[in-house]
């Protein structure tokens, strides 16, 4: 196997099976067997003289090469007792007591089962309003949501990692401002992503400078009206503060509900990519591009019959994860059963874009992100359709908007995800994303350095003999190869981060993608330190005006603790 030392290290402290005493007792050979046998046994259930171990084999080549993953708790979870395979689920929160435990509950256990859960909280009266039972009043739904942090805080995800939320309060609930506000501190309520609920009704009134109505959750009736300028203004301010909340268009959710006779799409997972109804699971997988292109005497290019290949096996690999899932409640087998929806997305884009000679900001590199995911969601539909043929379409086909279409197996196919923890074992930029740094220097245990180069601005600097440990230094330190005079511009051009990217061109990216991705697109769009509210502002509207289903920004050094630090050491 071609895998890097980040990629092993991973595997080994958190994804092979230990004993009791914390040994390591797979190989990475064994968990990549162990998944590919557990995923193609659900062959036999539509036919039982299927050749499971030819597709075993098949799916073992597939992740080994990795060129396709399956979503972590995949990984972690496949051909074992606990058998959770879903990275999302969206649980209900309802208005009474009973309800908002019993979902503090079911989040529990699906946190510890390696599952993140994504909530509405907007069906909850508003803080001050009576408690008929008890004459007392009620706390609103941020003091919930601190409920289910603590309970989150207290339960690791299969042991392996923090359980992840993401909480979504519609911009039309009485609680909006206190909303908008409650991760003001960056201490505060960490287990969670927060986004407000955006309608077009609040935009169109952005937009016209007017005010919009605040609506009480239980009556229905207008309880106040909010200039729709002034709490757009303070969603921005609260983002460039610190990053949060982020926003989710709900009507385009809607739009883009399959099953309208379900009832309304009313939150994501955690990470904003995946829209689900109530008790709704889905689980994700990523074709890494890097792995898709061969090198021609012209250079190197897309193998699109390779890459036709892998969605092919991807979507039978994820409709059978559906099978073999051992879900945390009935309820949740039954929802997720009916839909059937899956989310293959990708990883390696930038890296892919760097091995072609393109750049992520330009009008090409948009285009060639374009082009790849329409042609994925194209042939993932058409891979659905097969399946439908011989497994039958979902159960809810013919109340979903494609009952005059082919039936399909999969209720939607495409997703495009983070893959945080998968691009670190496939070695590869994660999801959309552009690079973030080329270099890193890390300090390891003797203090020594050690200087972690992306391969491909590796192996461009040898061929040009441009190569050496002196010059990575200066990279690391610099976080961009921008303003380093002895890289040639051509390199320059085609090898930027993040920050050497216009937020413009982040936005249209993830617009790219949005365009032909049945659910929706995780992307976070990269400002600098010294970018203004205005700057954010403009984002926010561009990312409305080009049809994307949210938006998720970060300004460099807004939090104290970041994950990723340019110019420093990890
Ligand atoms: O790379 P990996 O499969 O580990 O996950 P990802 O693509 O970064 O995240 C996909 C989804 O997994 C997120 O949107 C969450 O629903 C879930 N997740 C989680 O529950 N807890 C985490 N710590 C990270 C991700």
Redesign the pocket.
């Known amino acids: 196997m071609q895998m890097n030392k980040n990629g092993q290290t991973v595997l080994e402290r958190r994804y092979l099976i230990k004993d009791e005493h914390g040994q390591n007792i797979e190989t990475v050979e064994g968990l990549f067997r162990r998944v590919a046998d557990a995923i193609a046994g659900a062959d036999t259930l539509f036919d039982k003289k299927a050749d499971v171990r030819a597709l075993s084999d098949q799916f073992y080549d597939l992740m080994t090469n990795l060129e396709f ?5 995949t ?1 972690m979870n496949a051909g074992r007792p606990l058998g959770q395979l879903s ?3 969206v649980l209900p929160i309802e208005d009474s007591m009973e309800e908002i435990f019993e979902t503090v509950k079911n989040a529990a256990l699906i ?1 510890k089962s ?5 909530f509405s909280f907007s069906r909850l009266r508003s803080a001050g309003s009576t408690v008929k039972t008890t004459g007392g009043v009620a706390s609103g739904p941020v003091s919930f949501m601190r409920v289910f942090n603590m309970a989150t805080e207290a339960v690791k ?1 299969g042991g392996t ?4 939320n ?1 909480g979504i309060l519609r911009v039309d609930h009485p609680d909006i401002l206190d909303f908008i506000d409650c991760k003001k501190n960056n201490a505060d309520i960490t287990n969670f992503n927060i986004s407000v609920g955006i309608t077009e009704d609040f935009m169109k009134a952005v937009e016209l400078g007017i005010d919009y109505d605040l609506v009480d959750p239980h009556t229905k009736e207008v309880v106040g009206q909010l200039s729709a300028k002034e709490v757009f203004d303070k969603i921005v301010e609260a983002a460039w503060r610190n990053g949060e909340p982020g926003i989710i268009f709900l009507d385009r959710l809607n739009r883009d509900n399959v099953v309208p006779s379900q009832g309304e799409i009313e939150s994501t ?6 829209p689900l109804l109530p008790f709704e699971s889905c689980n ?1 997988g ?1 074709i890494n591009l890097c792995q898709m292109l061969k090198e021609t005497d012209g250079g190197w290019e897309l193998d699109y019959d390779k890459l036709d290949r892998t969605v092919g096996l991807a979507i039978h690999f994820l409709d059978n994860v559906i099978e073999v899932n051992k879900y945390p409640l009935p309820i949740i087998d039954e929802v997720t059963k009916s839909t059937r929806k899956i989310g293959l997305g990708v990883m390696g884009f930038a890296d892919m874009l760097a091995r072609l000679g393109l750049s992520y900001n330009s009008d090409e590199g948009v285009e060639v992100g374009e082009k790849v995911m329409d042609f994925i969601t194209t042939r993932a539909k058409a891979y659905s359709q097969e399946l439908a043929k011989t497994r039958g379409a979902f159960p809810l086909f013919a109340e979903s908007i494609f009952k005059d279409e082919a039936p399909l197996r999969n209720a939607t196919c495409t997703t495009i ?9 496939a070695g590869c930029s ?2 959309v994303e552009p690079v973030f740094a080329y270099v890193f220097i890390r300090n390891v245990m003797d203090n020594t350095e050690m200087i972690e180069v992306n391969p491909i601005l590796r192996e461009t600097l040898e061929k040009r003999g441009l190569y050496s440990d002196e010059l990575m230094r200066k990279i690391a330190k610099e976080g961009t190869l921008a303003h380093i005079d002895e890289i040639p511009e051509d390199i320059k051009k085609v090898f930027v981060c993040s920050h050497d990217i216009s937020p413009t061109y982040h936005v249209k990216m993830q617009a790219a993608f949005q365009r032909h991705t049945d659910n929706a697109v ?1 992307k976070t769009v990269n400002f600098t330190h010294d970018a203004t509210t205005l700057d954010v502002r403009e984002v926010y509207m561009l990312a409305y005006r080009l049809d994307c289903k949210g938006v998720t920004i970060y300004r460099d050094g807004s939090r104290d603790s970041q994950v990723l630090n340019i110019g420093s050491v990890k």
């Open positions: 993953l399956p979503n972590s708790p990984l990275a999302c689920f946190h390696g599952g993140g859960t994504g995800q990692r923090r359980g992840a993401m997972n955690p990470c904003g990519e995946q994700l990523s995800a983070p893959t945080g923890t998968l691009s670190i074992i994660s999801g995780s």
